[in-house]
């Protein structure tokens, strides 16, 4: 994938130096519309304790390059939580993404990417884009906020707003695929989990057709999602078991690293409601996306401001931690 960008910094505090004692790696990702300066997340850094050993930009790929800027910070800190802390809080200020991570985390090889779809991949919950077609849209999108707040149980909640959707022209289905409105850098960063060598899935609880078309257009190896019934040209409004729910997830997340013969502490996993906290947890890299209040306060690592590319500015190498 074409990057653009340099590679290192030129200013006296930011020259080479050895860098063995690092033990985390902030990462600032900054959109477009946005402004902070590396030296100021350096000093807050420096204010919570920490010593900032080095900064690096990051290359970007060429098609977002007027959209965002990266950049590294190699520190020694001891005390994460306050650091922590006190990113998350620049992050909110300013509108960019600060992610704290620490080297082990940073070093990790990963071998597979899961990713929620509505809301993650898309710019919109499929189920409320179906509903919106079958006159019931405000009812329907309702009931979907709730449960992606965790407010209500998923399960429940699917039967409910399914059942709404009876009688619906199954091309309205089609309709929705043909045009979806996905998330920025999906294509940039596909491209470059797949140049790494990862395997990509897809779960989602949201329905087979839209994720099977992501699946075609952008590369995912695997899709979990639900069924839609379908009879006679027209959905049925009934459940078709198992319910793409939590606890599925997390069961499919474990089961994929099995049959690939890996941990789970390779794998990464994405999402931004309630039903995707169990596989996210379970992962080695969990990734909050454009998520709810919930989720974000239950995840470390979050990209709230940029788009899917943001992934990709997460993997590191033990590389990045010793002096050349």
């Not at 899961?114 to 898309?122: G, K, N, Y």
């Not at 884009?129 to 329907?140: C, N, R, T």
């Amino acid at each position: 994938m074409p990057l653009s960008g340099e590679s290192g910094t030129s200013s006296p505090a930011n020259q080479r130096a050895p860098v063995v004692n690092a033990t985390h790696m902030i990462v600032l990702m900054v959109p477009r519309g946005a402004a902070l300066e590396v030296d100021r997340v350096a000093e807050v850094a420096q204010g919570a304790g920490a010593e900032v050993i080095e900064t690096r930009a990051v290359p970007v790929p060429v098609a977002l390059s007027d959209r965002r800027t990266v950049h590294n910070l190699l520190v020694r800190s001891g005390d994460t939580e306050g650091l922590s802390s006190k990113l998350r809080y620049l992050s909110d200020q300013h509108g960019v993404d600060i992610a704290l991570q620490s080297r082990v985390a940073r070093c990790q090889s990963y071998r597979v990417a899961v990713f929620d779809m509505d809301s993650t991949l898309v710019d919109c919950e499929v189920i409320d884009e179906l509903a919106a077609s079958a006159g019931v849209g405000e009812e329907v999108a309702e009931i979907t906020a709730q449960a992606m707040r965790g407010e209500l149980d998923f399960d429940e909640s699917y039967r409910t707003r399914l059942a709404l959707l009876k009688g619906l022209d199954a091309r309205a289905i089609e309709n929705l695929a043909d045009r979806l409105p996905v998330k920025e850098g999906l294509r940039e960063m596909t491209t470059t989990l797949k140049a790494q060598g990862m395997t990509l899935a897809i779960f989602s609880g949201g329905f087979m057709p839209i994720a099977e078309r992501l699946q075609a257009d952008y590369g995912f190896d695997e899709v979990v999602a639900n069924t839609l019934e379908i009879v006679s040209g027209k959905v049925t409004g009934r459940v078709v078991p198992p319910v793409v729910n939590r606890e599925h997830k997390a069961e499919a997340l474990k089961a994929l690293a099995t049959r690939l013969g890996i941990g789970v502490d390779a794998c990464i996993a994405v999402g931004d409601g309630a039903n995707d906290l169990g596989m996210m947890a379970m992962a080695g890299l969990g990734v909050a996306f454009h998520a709810k209040p919930a989720v974000r306060a239950a995840s470390p690592i979050e990209v709230t401001h940029c788009g899917l590319d943001g992934v990709c500015y997460l993997l590191g190498s033990e590389g990045e931690f010793v002096d050349t």
